[in-house]
């Protein structure tokens, strides 16, 4: 109990730093690993296995994943336009020739370890889909229990997500001024249900339908695949959130997000308790390699994004903000369309970034089996 409270008092202490100048890049998620991992190694709390850990690992993180992709209606995405829906999936193509290209490039059997096949897997979830993907990944594949080499793919993920932000606000101008296209006409606005804060108020009733979708979800989900272990159970669980997801009455459940945004920071919260930062800064090597790789891939995948959609004429807006929901998710995509000052392509960003949650563990798990 006392671990669990300095845990949670961790994730209360990131939340009100990730509000100030200094540390407002770097995001609650991975300062929660930050604070974490300078606790275990100062031993505030334990660095090794513990029950609690465990649980967290067996129970929480893939009830909070669950809960964050009940938020996926795939029935929005015809708002979301054909020219941004057909750049996000030709964006997502990119990712994945990106990520396999990286790694022989930069010979990933030899310069991660045995475990370069999931790292592959998590940076395709994560570049096509988000967050909710990279730890669905880490979590089927053990990554996350191999702290430092979690933690150094975040950190490289952080900052090239940040970098990449910049980089899509200044292309799409710069190609604006050096040939002029035409706009597409604003049609469509922002829905407020789409682009939830994190907070929210919380009713009695739909925090018990939450906890019972939750906990049912993984006990079906962890039977089938017992049952078929040729099926994986983060599969299994990702398909039953989003069938129920396209039913309204669950999609709109109030909660989801506020549930499981808690408990990824729990989840960050342990990998950082994993983490010898002795041997991290020992090891500044994998650090380097692993942004090298990501470099590469986002690269490959700006190449194919922008280069076909000059081909195909498309609004450079609109190309950057559908790289944007690729490498960044839904929030980055709807904080560029704000900055661009494209209200029209607000909506249509949060959309194409909420169909990469919905593809990304999928199509991050066929690209480490292929690797693999």
Not at 142 to 171: C, E, P, Q, Y
Not at 301 to 320: E, K, M, S, T
Request: overall charge neutral.
């Amino acid at each position: 109990m006392l671990i669990l409270s300095i845990l949670f008092l961790n994730v209360v202490v990131c939340e009100w730093l990730a509000t100030k100048p200094y540390f407002r890049h770097l995001g609650t998620a991975l300062l929660v690993i930050i604070l974490t991992a300078i606790e275990a190694n100062l031993g505030v709390v334990p660095t090794t296995e513990t029950p609690l850990y465990e649980g967290i690992f067996t129970y929480v993180a893939p009830f909070s994943l669950f809960l964050l992709l009940l938020q996926v209606n795939l029935n929005d995405l015809r708002r979301a336009g054909l020219p941004m829906l057909t750049m996000f999936l030709i964006g997502s193509a990119g990712t994945i020739i990106g990520v396999v290209t990286s790694m022989w490039l930069f010979d990933g059997s030899q310069t991660i370890g045995k475990l370069y096949y999931a790292l592959a897997g998590m940076f395709t979830g994560t570049y096509i889909g988000g967050s909710i993907n990279f730890h669905a990944l880490a979590l089927h594949y053990g990554v996350s229990k191999s702290g430092n080499l979690f933690i150094a793919a975040t950190a490289a993920d952080n900052i090239m997500t940040a970098l990449w932000m910049v980089a899509t606000l200044a292309i799409p101008q710069a190609l604006q001024r050096l040939r002029p296209r035409r706009l597409i006409n604003p049609t469509h606005q922002v829905d407020d249900a789409l682009t939830s804060h994190d907070e929210e108020t919380v009713s009695p009733r739909h925090l018990a339908i939450l906890l019972a979708l939750g906990t049912g979800g993984i006990f079906i989900s962890k039977e089938l695949s017992a049952r078929w272990p040729v099926i994986p159970f983060v599969l299994v669980l990702t398909t039953i959130a989003l069938i129920l997801a396209q039913f309204r009455t669950v999609n709109r459940l109030r909660g989801s997000r506020l549930l499981g945004l808690l408990g990824i920071y729990l989840f960050l919260a342990v990998i950082g308790a994993y983490c010898d930062l002795g041997a991290l800064l020992h090891d500044g090597k994998l650090a380097i390699v692993l942004f090298g790789i990501i470099c590469t891939l986002v690269l490959i995948h700006a190449i194919v994004v922008f280069g076909i959609g000059a081909l195909c004429n498309v609004d450079w807006d609109v190309l950057g903000i559908a790289s944007q929901a690729n490498i960044g998710g839904a929030t980055s995509a709807l904080a560029l369309a704000r900055s661009l000052n494209r209200p029209d392509l607000q909506l249509p960003g949060v959309l194409v970034g909420s169909l990469g949650n919905a593809i990304g563990t999928y199509l991050g798990i066929l690209v480490a089996e292929f690797l693999r």
